[in-house]
């Protein structure tokens, strides 16, 4: 998909071309990779594609040419061809910075997709000290990424510091909420739970569009059944069953039976496994979609803030539970729930 969206905005550039004679000529070799691509003949396309690198006349032209070469050689699994492509477009004179940065990222994710994180990392680096503020998130983020896949937690940790300090210094929320999220993962990978769910707790808190309640609806999921609160578990991922997006849905039905068996039903966990509900979700409705983030966010804070009630971290407990009970918009059910265990809670004192 990203092969062809780049090479459509690429197009989009050739369409106000002279008529000179070499544009007319590179034209022509952009209108046989576009023909080429119609009938999915990626050999046609790529040889193509040569042919227009050097009629090429702009510096936008030359990239765009080394851009969808390189995206269509790694996905042909050809990474170190598709990286000569990359490093062409590295050696473009008077490329813009961001198509510089997007040319280093392109690079680095060809070692990523070889397993080769640090050299990845030495590009996202590089990179870094080239960038502007609105590259820099990204960049780190993928830098923490490499040292989280090669197990280096303490390491990914630190670079998810440093982008959460800047991301809350650009104000940007979504790359706050991001950053807990992943520093939730960690956690959750080194089996820190508890520790997991307070970074889903600050993801969640941030999340301002909901784009990502879905995902740590699973994440919370996780790191119940990591604590063994299997029954909370099942509460949150059943949240997540009619997501729209088909391994959101699977994702939640598999853990779901990892549930189950935690529990000691295993024949219920095997048919549950071997039979996973497939049904299409419905067409997309706006006040529907309104209610499905709603009650996302609501198991959120519930199942989080029972977890703290049990562990007795009272003012932790309150946090969480009275952004479910308190909210208008959350699911009835579900902030009734809260009020009971904010009422447990009460009687604590």
Known sequence: MRIFLAFA??????????????????????QRVTDALSVSDCDKALEGLRDALPLAETPEQRFGVCEVTGLMLSGKGRYAEAREAFRKALGIADLDLDSRLKAYSYLAETWEEEGKHAEARAIYSQALHESHPT?????????????????????????????????????????????????????????????ALEAYEQAARVDVTGEFRPS????????????????????????????????????????????LEGEGKVAEATRLRETTPQGKPPEFDPTAHFAYMEKCRAVLFLTIGNFYLDQGAKDKAYRALIETADRDSAPLGYRQKAYAYLDYLDAMD
């Not at 994440?219 to 069953?241: E, F, H, N, P, T």
Request: charged letters at 25%; a negative charge; one cysteine or more.
């Open 9 to 30: 905005v690429f197009v989009l550039g050739t369409s106000a071309l002279t008529a000179a004679e070499s544009v007319e000529t590179f034209a022509e070799a952009m």
């Open 216 to 259: 740590l609806c699973l994440a919370v999921g996780r790191a119940l059944i990591g604590l063994k609160r299997y029954a909370d578990a099942k509460l949150v991922l059943s949240a997540v069953i009619e997501d729209e997006l088909v391994p959101i849905r699977n994702s939640a039905w598999m853990l779901i039976a990892d549930a």
């Open 135 to 195: 590259w820099r998130c990204s960049l780190l983020s993928a830098i923490a990424f490499t040292w989280r896949e090669e197990g280096e937690y303490e390491k990914a940790k630190e670079v998810y510091a440093e982008l959460l300090k800047l991301a809350k210094t650009q104000h940007a929320s979504r790359w706050v909420a991001i950053t807990h999220r992943s520093i939730g993962h960690v956690l959750a990978e080194q089996e820190e739970f508890a520790a």
